[in-house]
């Protein structure tokens, strides 16, 4: 099955709790945990000693609200792209937040991509 194929109530009812997960986790700095959707592709293409400095110098992804809006979906190829708008609790403004989906070699949900810009 293409994950394109879903309709964006199934898609978004697997992507808010994986998004709700990488906020917690990065909140709290827990690095093993926040990494445990991710794809295999992805995981081998992580710089870890980028991820560890961004984890203990972040003012952004250690302090990101949980509460977020959906803003939209874009599918494209094998994959489908959420967008949140996310907010800070220590900063002002918003930021785009985006996650990336797709199924892996075992046909499970996995995020091939994660940002916050």
Request: aromatic content about 12%; hydrophobic content about 40%.
């Amino acid at each position: 099955m293409n994950i394109i194929e879903q309709s964006d109530d199934d898609l978004l009812a697997i992507a808010n709790p994986m998004w709700d997960d990488l906020i917690r986790y990065s909140n709290e700095g827990e690095y093993g945990k926040f990494i445990r959707h991710f794809s295999y592709d992805l995981l081998f293409g992580l710089n870890e000693v980028e991820i560890g400095k961004q984890f203990a110098k972040s003012e952004l992804t250690r302090n990101l609200d949980p509460n977020y809006d959906v803003l939209g979906l874009i599918r494209r190829n094998e994959h489908v792209t959420v967008l949140y708008r996310v907010r800070s609790t220590q900063r002002d403004g918003e930021w785009l937040g985006r996650m990336v989906l797709g199924y892996d070699k075992e046909q499970e949900v996995k995020i091939f991509g994660a940002s916050i810009f």
